[in-house]
């Protein structure tokens, strides 16, 4: 079942979807208005957060390996959906799908399956279309290029309700920001001005909280030497502000660790493990069926060590982070849906 929950209102949380390719990395440079992810980056590793700005309204924005990225297995690709929910609780305010306009593959269309499947069933709801274009942009007279293109981007569009926006790959062009963000906002007030979420939010949440209370016990011995070391240093106004800062800092600290690794994430861990042992020893007893009973049992344990491995290895790597890897116009939310999209306000 849909929730919503209602935001603070000082920060927007983006969740970015790809199908395959680079278009949510350009995306998100172009959001950012900085060189987040290299030009040629279309895959990434594990699941991440960035703030910032866009058109003077804080954000953070949260990518995904691509929902085709086949440089990671169907376990590791779970685990990182679930980080990302962690990346955003208690939920994000919008889904910002990115396709490239000039690329649109047998895999873009089954997309909004997949996010449903990955997300509920209601997540289309809360989805904007985003598309990039190489070239000179001229946002209406592309948007137009969109309403006579060929059928699959129009019934792409059409399975997410219709709403789209058309960004530069080159992150330098800040001509539609400001429309991007009111696109943003507007939709986000239309939806209740809450945020989306599910079952599985609700999960990445309680995650999240029970391991940051962790994270805050295992840490209070350190945190009321430096409170004292603070207190021998300052005095009157200034030691309250040296305190109000390391307080503010150590807490980011433990949200940004307790989202990267809860109990929730090590679960799925354990379980890529154990499927690698039980596939690995299967398949080392198969071969193994060739030299007799011995050889099952010897290859067998073999087997099951390194599927073990391999299993783990490919889940641990979510530790790892190595994959360092923009547009003032007038308000027109795609004229050829904002009709229907707007014509009565929602639940």
């Not at 939709?187 to 909280?209: I, N, Y």
Request: hydrophobic share 35%; aromatic share 8%; glycine share 10%.
């Amino acid at each position: 079942m849909e929730k919503r929950k209602k935001g603070s209102g000082l920060e927007l949380r983006l969740l970015v979807v790809g199908s395959s390719g680079p278009s949510q990395f350009q995306l998100t440079n172009a959001i950012l208005g900085r060189e987040e992810f290299l030009k040629d980056t279309s895959s990434l590793s594990s699941s991440r957060k960035n703030i910032g700005e866009l058109a003077g309204r804080r954000i953070a924005v949260i990518n995904a390996p691509n929902i085709y990225d086949k440089d990671i297995s169907p376990a590791k690709r779970k685990m990182e959906v679930r980080r990302s929910k962690c990346l955003c609780i208690p939920g994000p305010h919008l889904f910002l799908v990115a396709f490239d306009i000039e690329k649109i593959s047998p895999n873009d269309i089954k997309t909004p399956k997949l996010m449903m499947k990955r997300f509920g069933r209601h997540c289309l709801r809360h989805c904007i279309v985003l598309l990039a274009y190489e070239g000179n942009l001229d946002g209406p007279s592309v948007e137009n290029r969109v309403k006579k293109t060929d059928w699959h981007l129009r019934d792409l569009i059409e399975k997410f309700g219709g709403r789209f926006h058309v960004f530069s790959k080159n992150w330098r062009d800040r001509s539609r920001d400001r429309e991007l963000r009111q696109k943003i906002e507007l939709m986000v007030a239309s939806l209740g001005g809450g945020c989306f979420s599910s079952s599985t939010f609700q999960k990445a949440e309680d995650s999240v909280r029970k391991e940051e209370k962790r994270l805050r016990k295992l840490t209070s011995g350190e945190h009321e030497k430096t409170w004292n070391d603070l207190e021998q240093q300052y005095i009157a106004e200034e030691l309250y502000r040296q305190q109000d800062a390391y307080a503010a800092s150590s807490s980011a600290e433990i949200r940004a660790r307790a989202e990267m690794d809860n109990e929730w994430l090590r679960t799925s861990l354990a379980r890529g493990l154990g499927t690698g042992i039980f596939v690995g020893a299967v398949m080392g007893a198969l071969f193994g069926a060739i030299e007799g009973p011995v050889g099952m049992v010897l290859y067998g344990i073999i087997g099951g060590a390194v599927g073990g491995s391999a299993g783990g290895t490919a889940q641990v790597a979510i530790k790892h982070m190595d994959d360092r890897v923009a547009p003032t116009a007038r308000l027109n939310f795609n004229s050829i849906f904002i009709n229907r999209f707007f014509a009565a306000p929602r639940a």
